[in-house]
Nanobody
Framework: QVQLVESGGGLVQPGGSLRLSCATS????????MGWYRQAPGKQRELVAI???????HYADSVKGRFTISRDNVGNRVYLQMNSLKPEDTAVYYC?????????????WGQGTQVTVSP
């Protein structure tokens, strides 16, 4: 059974930092592209950052220079370090695991963790 379990969300003041963690099980973690997405109230889910199996990263323009995604292929975890947080970063953050080769695609989501940035 595949499980993605996020942790580390919470309430933080503007300018503060949080570190999200996603623990995975049931997948061959090292071959998956891992990502963080977020969904604010009334908005569509959007990509925050992804990290490929080769370690290459991609960030949404809105978080470049503030957020850092990393992965631990031994512990089967992916992290999102969030610095200089802004109120507009408030959202539910979801962990995503994606594996796509020709003829086969697998994708899994975590249950989400709330991040609230407020004075």
């Amino acid at each position: 059974q595949v499980q993605l379990v996020e942790s580390g969300g919470g309430l933080v003041q503007p300018g503060g930092s949080l570190r999200l963690s996603c623990a995975t099980s049931g997948i061959i973690f090292s071959i998956y592209t891992m990502g963080w997405y977020r969904q604010a109230p009334g908005k569509q889910r959007e990509l925050v950052a992804i990290i490929g199996s080769n370690g290459i990263t991609h960030y949404a323009d809105s978080v470049k220079g503030r957020f850092t995604i990393s992965r631990d292929n031994v512990g089967n975890r992916v992290y999102l370090q969030m610095n200089s947080l802004k109120p507009e970063d408030t959202a539910v953050y979801y962990c995503n695991a994606n594996y796509h080769v020709v003829g086969s695609e697998r994708q899994y989501w975590g249950q989400g963790t709330q991040v609230t940035v407020s004075p």
